[in-house]
């Protein structure tokens, strides 16, 4: 509720008792049908209060999608604003469900008909609507998140990626295309992944970290963003830098020490713990982690012969060993 006054306190004078009234009318109606279906004994009258809390939550979106073609609002405040109302009216169609499920067992009526009343959240303009087979999860305009994940305000996420249960995207972020962030993931602000990034659960990606396309974090695996943590001093700002190259991956369990970079396609074994840089192509394992080899682009181990040449036993790419440094042939 804060929000839409704060957003509407900016709306133009002459809008005052039109869409900036209309706007705050339809929330404040919400929350008042919810509290007085909630007060109400009878299950269909309970019902007929969330069924009204619906509507005024569509309605609401409708008049705020207005406002953001008049320029009033900014189209990440709508998208904000999309995206708590599909959490509102996804609850709505919860305790809907399960109030005629209730009024099957004890107050059969021809008047609620559980299909043909069915809600589904609406948007007159853009497609958001929950994800048909899997109605826990919430479908935004370009990506898709469990309903229980907790998406902040200002971050940009791009089309096709998945966001699954009790994640969070922090402030700031910029997550790309046809990413998965799993379960329990932490994404911290100001972090940047690339397009088809892989985040396994329970990972936390800490300020500071930067992975480019195509990067794997195992399961679990740790990135650290400040090398001498105190808990009565604050560091805050002061965080080392991580990059993760393209394509590399970190393996279940490994911590990443701040401020050392994982080269392109470099793959860290599970459980590893990294203390220095990681070279292109490399294979470190252990605590700290050693190269043990080379790993090629396709995630096969690399044995280059006396002239430094190796090729990979699936992809067939040939790959150049040079002055310490892997590059692959014809890039
Ligand atoms: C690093 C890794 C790719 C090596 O696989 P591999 O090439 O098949 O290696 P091998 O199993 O033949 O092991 C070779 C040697 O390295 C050791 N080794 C392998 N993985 C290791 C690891 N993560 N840490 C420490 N040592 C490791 C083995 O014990 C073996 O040692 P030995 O020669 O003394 O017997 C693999 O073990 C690994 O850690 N993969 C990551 C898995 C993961 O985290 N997946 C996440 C998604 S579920």
Redesign the pocket.
């Known amino acids: 509720m804060s929000l839409i006054y704060n957003v509407t306190k900016a709306f133009p004078q002459e809008e005052i008792y039109e869409i900036t009234a209309q706007i705050r009318r339809s929330a404040i109606s919400v929350a008042s049908n919810i509290a007085e279906g909630s007060s109400r004994i009878s299950v269909k009258e309970q019902k007929r209060y969330y069924e009204i809390a619906f509507s005024n939550a569509t309605e609401c979106l409708n008049q705020l999608i207005i406002s953001n073609d008049l320029g009033y609002i900014e189209n990440h405040a709508l998208l904000t604003f999309r995206e708590n109302i599909s959490r509102i009216t996804y609850s709505l169609n919860k305790l809907k469900s399960s109030l005629d499920s209730k009024l099957t067992v004890s107050e059969p009526s021809e008047e609620y008909k559980p299909k043909s009343t069915s809600l589904n959240p609406i948007n007159p303009i853009s497609p958001i609507n929950l994800a048909k087979e899997n109605p826990e999860l919430i479908q935004t305009i370009g990506y898709t998140f469990h309903y229980t994940a907790l998406i902040d305000n200002d971050s940009e996420i791009g089309e096709g990626t998945k966001i699954w249960h009790f994640s969070h995207i922090m402030p700031h972020c910029k997550i790309g295309k046809n990413c998965n962030i799993g379960q329990n993931v932490v994404v911290s602000p100001e972090v940047i992944l690339g397009n088809n990034v892989k985040v396994?659960n329970n990972v936390s990606i800490y300020t500071g970290v930067t992975c480019d396309d195509d990067v794997?974090l195992?399961?679990s695996?740790v990135f650290t963003n400040v090398v001498n943590p105190r808990s009565a001093v604050n560091r805050r700002g002061q965080y080392s830098k991580t990059h993760v190259g393209q394509g590399a991956?970190?393996?279940?369990?490994?911590t990443i020490v701040c401020g050392h970079d994982i080269g392109k396609f470099a793959?860290?074994?599970?459980?590893?713990v990294v203390t220095k840089h990681i070279p292109d192509y490399a294979?470190?394992?252990?605590?700290p982690a050693k190269q043990?080899?080379w790993?090629s682009e396709y995630?096969?181990?690399l044995k280059f012969d006396d002239k430094g040449e190796a090729t990979c036993i699936k992809s067939g790419d040939a790959y150049i060993l040079k002055d310490k440094n892997v590059h692959k042939v014809g890039e």
């Open positions: 396994q794997f195992g399961p695996c991956s970190i393996g279940a369990n490994a793959f860290i074994g599970a459980g590893a294979l470190a394992v252990g605590n043990m080899g790993m995630g096969h181990r």
